[in-house]
């Protein structure tokens, strides 16, 4: 589903306009990409939580040339489904 077809979902479930939909779309993803920019975890009972995790550095290698090469390490934006999404989906 893409992101216009999951406006159009939010669109005519609520009876709003495309346009507010889009609206309350795009702030639900903006509060939440805010949140895990501030390192909070957030969770949204039962579908699941959003949280953001560490990764460390670590050693790689080239696979065209075979050559080591270090990877940084990095914070990385993770999803983990809740129990309601993961009873759905079963």
Not at 13 to 24: H, I, Q, T
Not at 63 to 73: A, C, F, L, S, V
Not at 77 to 88: E, I, N, S, W
Request: charged share 40%; aromatic share 4%; hydrophobic share 40%.
């Amino acid at each position: 589903m893409t992101k216009a077809e999951f406006t159009e979902k939010i669109a005519s479930r609520l009876s709003l306009r495309r346009r507010e939909a889009a609206g309350v779309l795009e702030a639900v993803l903006a509060e939440i990409s805010e949140a895990l920019q501030r390192g909070e975890k957030v969770q949204l009972i039962p579908f699941g939580s959003f949280e953001v995790r560490e990764r460390k550095g670590r050693e790689g290698r080239n696979p065209r040339t075979g050559e080591k090469i270090d990877i940084k390490g990095r914070r990385v934006a993770v999803f983990q489904a809740g129990k309601g999404l993961r009873d759905v989906v079963e």
